[in-house]
């Protein structure tokens, strides 16, 4: 069904078993099992998908090596058993990452860890080379369980003298490094927009519609509103999945709830174009500690390299933005790390931040607030509405699978249904059959190259961004005659026709900032702006006014939230 589809059922048909409210990965990650699972669920995300919380992320897949310190066992044997399933699940878009920890000191965070197992000590402290040491031990134990098989190589320990060799501009004073395996997302949004897409295509009752916001309610009725053209619906729900994320609290005070789950911190990234740092670094994540203990690290992504992040108390998650403090002290830690590397402000081509939805807590440092997820239930008793409301407070990306698992059981269970699906081990989107060696993909590509016409090359670039679902793209881009945008010589005029057509695109920055990298590669430019607005026209059929307002839309999205002013 289309977006005008899935209105006209609901104006029908306001009756609905689940409504989820949010389409960031949590919310996205339920609605897929719930669909999986026949029941009959309406997703509503008052923005474009995945661009809360979920698209603020530091692209890691990972199992949380410094939560082994708080003590949470549970957490990180769950984290890293998700970070290899996503692996498997989605290679497309998460491949395994070695990690080095470069290392300062021999014997600091000694007594420390203890202490803080048993929270006798809030000060944070960089950690030395033997409290890693036998993090890492754990972690690779955690990771060894994954069906008697690894996923990821086991950690190493490299000398000084052989880590100085291998990375030239490494900072002379360390002890060694340590290289230990997780996981990156290329690009979470894409990949939680492709889980969306599969679970519509699974069960046709199941319909996603973003720029539809939930906006009050009251006994069984709650009002949408369609952000597009400001009509309301009355939606009749047995069930409501409140995945808001940092705005859970805020969603529940329109359902006339007043929680308090959320605790929110805020986390920042840059981007960073410089061709010696990314060559330096290479397919290495850098991830340490500075001197209070506060985590940074510096990622390859793609030609770019991902800097973050910072861990700071905030209210309100709209308010969320890269600050002057947060770039310098950024940049100083890549000093710390590669002294040589002369890297400038002028190097940031894209800034971002976001709200970690953490549970609301009373620790004295942000980082020692739980990363793990529960499920909170309201119930009418306290209003007059008519149905319960879960609320899926904290979680990490990585383990999303898992703790919409545990949301569908409890929502199966109200519905007095039983699962005949599971998510285990079900591929996401281009994953799926996506080839596990280099000579199988050349092989698909040349048979898929004879079958559509696509150049080799083409249909190299088309894998990389999507995996398997370039053949559907490559097919579409066959079936009339194609052009290579003038501002975009990568991209072809009908691979973004097939984007705006089946991926739910209503806007021009969904496409540059979700549904493709342009925008965090910092590639977008004022003349690719004019020239995509025609091409989104003539697909979606805007004036010359919606034209205007889109590019202008897009100009203040960049300047305001990502620092790129063009
Ligand atoms: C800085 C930072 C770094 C992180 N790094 C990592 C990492 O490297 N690895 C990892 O595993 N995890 C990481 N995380 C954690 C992870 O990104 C989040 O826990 C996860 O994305 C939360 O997803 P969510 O769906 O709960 O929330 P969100 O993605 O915020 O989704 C909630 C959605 O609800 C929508 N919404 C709100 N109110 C309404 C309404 N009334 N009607 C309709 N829609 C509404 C919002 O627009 C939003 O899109 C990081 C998080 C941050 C902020």
Known sequence: MDRSDILSSLKENPNVSVLVIGGGINGIGTFRDLALNGVDVLLVEQADFCSGASSASSHMAHGGIRYLENGEFRLVREAVQERNRLIQNAPHLVKPLPTVIPIFKRMSGLLNAPAKFFKLLDKPSERGSLVIRIGLMMYDAYTGAQDGR?????????????????????????????????????????????????????????????????????????????????????????????????????????????????????????????????????????????????????????????????????????EARCTDDEIEYFLGMVRRVFPGIQLTRDNIVYQYSGVRPLPRSNAKRAGQISRDHSIEVLSGDWTNLRFPVFSLVGGKWTSFRAFSEQVTDKALAYLDLSR????????????????????????????????????????????????????????????????????????????????????????????????????????????????????????????????????????????????VRL
């Open 150 to 318: 690894r996923v990821v190589p086991e950690h190493s320990f490299l000398s000084r003298k052989k880590s100085l060799e291998k990375w030239r501009p490494l900072n002379p004073d360390i002890i060694n490094t340590a290289v230990y395996y997780d996981g990156v997302i290329l690009q979470p949004e894409r990949l939680a927009v492709e889980a969306l897409l599969d679970a519509e295509a699974e069960n046709p009752r199941a319909r996603a519609l973003n720029y539809v916001s939930m906006i009050g309610g009251s006994e069984d009725t709650l009002l949408l509103r369609d952000e597009m053209t400001d009509t309301t619906y009355d939606v009749r729900p047995r069930l409501v999945i409140n995945a808001a994320g940092p705005w859970i609290d805020f969603t529940n005070r329109k359902l006339g709830f007043s929680s308090g789950f959320i605790g929110g911190t805020k986390g920042s990234h840059l981007v960073i174009h410089h061709d010696e740092l990314r060559q330096t670094i290479g397919d290495h994540e850098f991830f340490f500690e500075n001197e209070d203990g506060r985590i940074v690290l510096i990622l390859p992504l793609y030609d770019r390299v991902l800097i973050g992040t910072s861990d700071i108390p905030v209210d309100n998650p709209d």
């Open 420 to 563: 005949k699906k599971d998510t285990k081990s079900l591929p996401i989107g281009g994953g799926r059959g996506y080839p596990s060696e280099p000579e199988e993909l050349r092989r698909q590509i040349e048979s898929l190259s004879a079958w559509t016409g696509v150049s080799g090359e083409r249909l190299n670039t088309l894998f990389q961004r999507y995996g398997t679902r370039a053949e559907a793209i490559a097919t579409f881009m066959n079936g009339g005659t194609d052009q290579i945008p003038r501002t975009l010589p990568d991209y072809s005029r009908r691979e973004i026709n097939f984007l705006i057509q089946r991926e739910k695109i209503l806007h021009l920055d969904d496409f540059l900032l979700r549904r493709s990298i342009l925008g965090m590669q910092g590639r977008v430019t004022r003349e690719m702006l004019d020239e995509l607005a025609l091409l989104f026209a003539n697909a979606l059929g805007w004036n010359r006014e919606q034209i205007r307002a889109e590019v202008t839309r897009t100009l203040s999205i960049l300047a305001d939230r990502h620092g």
